[in-house]
């Protein structure tokens, strides 16, 4: 939706004026809501509890996702609580 408001802007600017905003500040709040609202919060959560989240618990995620700690750069942060 935001590609079409992006390619009609210059159109309604143009044909409507600053009117054209008040069409199109209420749609970026609509936006807002369902993504506060309906999306969950990933920030802080390790990437398996992500892939749990949003249903993707497939054990072959689980297991690159191991198989990644495992390699030497996953070890070389391990130890070190993901500072270099």
Known sequence: MQLIFQYA???GLENIGWKYFIVHVP???IEFLVIYFFLPETKGYALEEIAILFGECHTKVIELIIRWSAC????????TG???
Do not use: H, L
Request: glycine share 18%; no cysteine.
């Open 9 to 11: 802007t210059p159109i």
């Open 27 to 29: 749609w970026i709040v």
């Open 72 to 79: 030497s750069f996953g070890r070389q942060w391990a130890g």
């Open 82 to 84: 993901g500072n270099p």
